[in-house]
């Protein structure tokens, strides 16, 4: 699961640079689906998953409900790399001033608002996005989870619990969005931010007790 704005972009060349990998890209984002109609997609994913063939890795901004279903009947391995939410989000509001992402309802409505960095990031679409992609699969169906902070061992053991060997290029920083909250918002800001996303910091927290970072 590439979370934006966590380095997806950079694990994701690295996987499509190696001939071992049987790789299926997957960007099509339930994130981009209003929250009435997303509900019935996800709903229907439930009961009737998305075909997923053996030894297939699949990579993208989906939402692992999408072939997991309600209840998994296949083996699987889920692994993903999150960051600090509120860094995360300032990374995503920035890429997205710099990018047209016209089909995102998300993307028009802010900027036909003309959202500000504060706007965005207390806005009920962004609200616990790591939550919103993990709908309906418990962040424990994750075998493992690793910290943007701690990206390079965080990498090496996605593609160490994927069972991805053969791969020799290293870790570049593609489609990278330079942000230091500090300096865009006050430390009272940061903490209404941080009380709004308070079940993404509960899985953020979470993947760092558990996985050792």
């Excluded at 053991?157 to 330079?178: A, Q, R, Y």
Aim: aromatic share 12%.
């Amino acid at each position: 699961m590439h979370t934006p704005k966590c380095a997806g972009t950079s694990v994701r060349m690295m996987l499509e640079g190696n001939p071992h990998v049987n790789l299926r890209c997957d960007y099509e984002s339930f994130a981009r689906i209003p929250a009435p109609d997303r509900a019935v997609v996800i709903d229907r994913c439930k009961t009737a998953p998305a075909e997923a063939s053996d030894h297939e890795i699949i990579y993208g901004h989906f939402f692992p409900i999408k072939y997991l279903g309600a209840e998994p009947h296949r083996d699987f391995k889920l692994v993903t790399i999150l960051r600090d939410p509120v860094e995360r989000i300032v990374s995503h509001y920035k890429f997205w001033g710099t990018t047209i992402f016209g089909e995102h309802y998300v993307w028009k409505k802010m900027k036909a608002e003309n959202w500000s960095l504060i706007d965005f990031a207390l806005s009920d679409e962004m609200r616990n996005f790591y939550s919103q992609f993990m709908e309906g699969v418990g962040v424990d169906k994750f075998s493992y989870i690793g910290i943007f902070e701690n990206l390079d061992v965080s990498v090496r053991k996605c593609l160490d619990v994927l069972e991805v060997s053969g791969n020799s290029m290293s870790l570049g920083h593609h489609n990278k969005t330079e942000s230091n909250y500090k300096v865009d918002l006050s430390d009272d800001i940061i903490k209404e931010i941080k009380k709004f996303h308070a079940e993404d910091y509960k899985i953020y927290e979470y993947a760092v007790s558990k996985f050792g970072h």
